[in-house]
């Protein structure tokens, strides 16, 4: 499972390299590729496996949406979902009242408003992993 660390006073989110793959929809050895040549900076902590930093995997995700097939093949689609929605968190604009996450979940873009004080609780920044819950009533 993913891990967060402290910076300073941030909090950083790490993947390990399956949970990256899944995430961006590639396989493990596509990952490790992307890192030995410079596209993703594995970061090894020590005794651990090798991690990849959240926000340069938010980065990288939102590179993969633009040039997926699903994004080209169907560019004025709108995708529906039911339930609940893994991805990576790749921004978050705050005012006092009210905040915009977006997140990246394979080729969507999936977009929540919601209270400060709850995108605050919930830890939400770029490179987080989030899952969003779809409620429809059709």
């Given at each position: 499972m993913s891990k967060q660390r402290k910076n300073g006073g941030n909090v950083v989110t790490q993947f390990?390299?399956?949970?990256a793959a899944a995430l961006l929809g590639?396989?493990?050895?596509?990952?490790?590729?992307?890192?030995?040549?410079?596209?993703?900076?594995?970061?090894?902590?020590?005794?651990?496996?090798?991690?990849?930093?959240?926000?340069?995997?938010?980065?990288?995700?939102?590179?993969?949406?633009?040039?997926?097939?699903?994004?080209?093949?169907?560019p004025a689609s709108r995708a529906s979902a039911r339930n609940r929605i893994t991805?990576?968190?790749?921004?978050?604009?705050?005012?006092?009242v009210m905040a915009q996450v977006e997140m990246q979940a394979g080729p969507f873009r999936i977009v929540s408003r919601m209270s400060t004080e709850a995108a605050e609780e919930l830890g939400l920044e770029p490179g987080s992993l989030a899952v969003a819950s779809v409620k429809a009533t059709t």
């Open positions: 390990k390299v399956s949970e590639v396989s493990d050895d596509t990952v490790r590729r992307w890192a030995d040549t410079g596209r993703i900076a594995l970061v090894t902590t020590g005794t651990g496996p090798a991690v990849i930093d959240g926000a340069q995997l938010a980065t990288v995700a939102q590179e993969l949406a633009k040039d997926s097939a699903l994004a080209q093949a169907f991805g990576i968190v790749t921004k978050v604009t705050k005012d006092r």
